[in-house]
């Protein structure tokens, strides 16, 4: 996670004395910048930030159904705001304009730093470090805890999972496939395996193979062999078993894949 980014997050929630989810209302942040939030089709796009003359509109995709999605959302443009045009303003830069697609938003890597940032700092400001430890620590990670998490924090399943593998103390993958090829992958540091080659295809061995097929996957969590994903790892163990819960988006022809160690 950017340094920066998290600390301009934190610092916000300091100044406005957000102390908990329920005190975090995402409008009146960015009312007080005169930053105004609609909802409208945005062609392609899902995300929106556009300064001039002192007045700031963010806009968001009318076509995002989920929530959670929403307030991600809504909190990437903000850290657009932050991060870069607050910073534009010192210098005496008065117009900015942000426009982000759906894989700006979802992806932790990208060629634009810049997006990586907003993303950083959405997930710092809905789910902030400090207060995601307290929430997850002691309890067992699985489906239920995700689910619990999600809901304590109004973010999306595949937010919080996110979120978990780079804050949460149990053994976490998450992959984001799409077209069945790997796009990329958060891995923490308690996982026993850590590699996986970006761009390879998605493992016939894992349930989310079934999606690409056009077939049924599990709404609940699966045993899987380690070999589904983690076949080139140096650390690879024979008849190895993980837990593998995935999260399908039809709308992109992609899949969230979590993995947990049992």
């Known amino acids: 996670m950017n340094v920066l980014a998290k600390a301009n997050a934190d610092k916000l929630l300091k100044n406005l004395y957000i102390d908990s989810p329920d005190k975090l209302d995402l409008e009146s942040i960015a009312g007080i910048d005169n930053l105004f939030i609609e909802e409208r089709n945005l062609a392609g796009k899902e995300g929106e930030l556009v300064l001039k003359d002192g007045l700031g509109v963010i806009s968001i995709d009318s076509k995002i159904a989920e929530p959670g999605q929403k307030r991600f959302t809504i909190a990437h443009e903000l850290g657009h705001y932050y991060n870069e045009a607050v910073p534009g303003f010192r210098n005496g830069q008065s117009d900015f304009y942000f426009s982000c697609s759906g894989e700006d938003i979802r992806s932790i890597y990208n060629k634009n730093i810049n997006e990586v940032n907003a993303n950083d700092f959405a997930a710092e ?6 207060w995601f430890k307290k929430f997850t620590t002691g309890k067992k990670f699985d489906k ?3 689910s619990e998490t999600a809901g304590y924090f109004s973010t999306s399943l595949s937010a919080t999972a996110l979120r978990y593998a780079e804050a949460g103390n149990h053994p976490t ?3 984001m496939s799409k ?6 992958r958060k891995i923490n540091s308690y996982f026993p395996f850590q590699f996986i080659r970006p761009g390879s295809e998605v493992s016939s061995l894992s349930y989310s193979f079934e999606f690409y097929k056009d077939k049924p996957i599990p709404d609940e969590p699966e045993l899987i ?29 992609a899949v969230l894949t979590i993995l947990w160690d049992k």
Do not use: T
């Open 173 to 175: 993958a998450v992959i």
């Open 125 to 130: 400001l809905l789910m902030p470090e400090e």
């Open 179 to 184: 077209d069945g090829m790997v796009k990329w």
């Open 144 to 146: 239920k805890l995700l």
């Open 225 to 253: 062999l380690s070999d589904a994903w983690f076949a080139e790892d140096f650390k690879y163990k024979k008849d190895y078993f993980l837990f593998e819960q995935n999260i399908p988006m039809y709308k992109y022809n």
